[in-house]
């Protein structure tokens, strides 16, 4: 019940066009949902992070749709660029407390100038 | 934005020898500071929850004696890997709440790469 599952594992996507990243959680108790991205030998950075309060959240090229009833969201990214290429992780975890975060499997990717 | 640093940024050590991974808070304290855990290509995880002024709780099958966390003070919490075997070679990353700046995100060090040799 702890899962969060990621899909696809890599993907590969024109410049200028959308990326797009999914993932499903099982743990109706998680309520913060984030999105980080990581570069070879680095840490993770948060991109963006959505609440169950909203169904949509923008923030410039990154949006993240949530889909409580189905326990799913998901990471846009439009006109996605060659520095965009890099692991893509989704997470979840309570908001209050301790928040433990459970990481998705990540997804590699990239982006064909 | 608050920034995590760890140090080092990477180790070799022989077989049975001790490596001590610091995770620094440089410009907020951090009350609670999470050690994770990544192998090559593979996800984050989570290892143990480090509290300062007590005692770490480990996550179900680490082992809490070969990897030692201590969180003496809001800004330094440190992971000790005892008795290392090429087994424990990974990619260990650190992340820090800044509960006191009104935000709940973690942020993550750079990491540390360790190679048990």
């Known amino acids: ?113 | 934005g608050a920034v995590v640093s760890q140090h080092p940024s990477w180790v070799i050590c022989k077989s049975g020898t001790s490596v001590k991974i610091e995770c620094r808070s440089l410009d907020f304290q951090a009350t609670t500071m999470f050690w994770y855990r990544q192998f090559p290509k593979q996800s984050l995880m989570l290892m143990a929850t480090s509290n300062e002024g007590s005692k770490a709780t480990y996550e179900q099958g680490v082992e809490k004696d070969k990897f030692l966390i201590n969180h003496a003070s809001l800004t330094l919490s440190t992971l000790t890997v005892t008795s290392a075997h090429p087994e424990d070679s990974s990619f260990y990353i650190c992340s820090a709440r800044d509960l006191a700046g009104g935000s709940y995100e973690q942020y993550f060090g750079p990491g540390t790469r360790l190679t048990v040799t």
């Open chain 1, 1 to 113: 019940q702890q899962q969060v599952k990621q899909s696809p594992q890599s993907l590969i996507v024109q410049k200028g066009g959308i990326s797009i990243i999914n993932c499903a959680y099982e743990n109706t108790a998680f309520d913060y949902f984030p999105w980080y991205q990581q570069f070879p030998g680095k840490g993770p950075a948060l991109l963006i992070a959505i609440r169950p309060d909203v169904s949509e959240k923008k923030e410039g090229r990154f949006t993240i749709s949530f889909n409580k009833s189905a326990k799913q969201f998901s990471l846009h990214i439009m006109d996605s660029q060659p520095g965009d290429s890099a692991t893509y992780f989704c997470a979840a975890s309570k908001y209050q407390g301790a928040q433990k975060l459970v990481f998705g499997q990540g997804t590699r990717l990239t982006i064909n100038p």
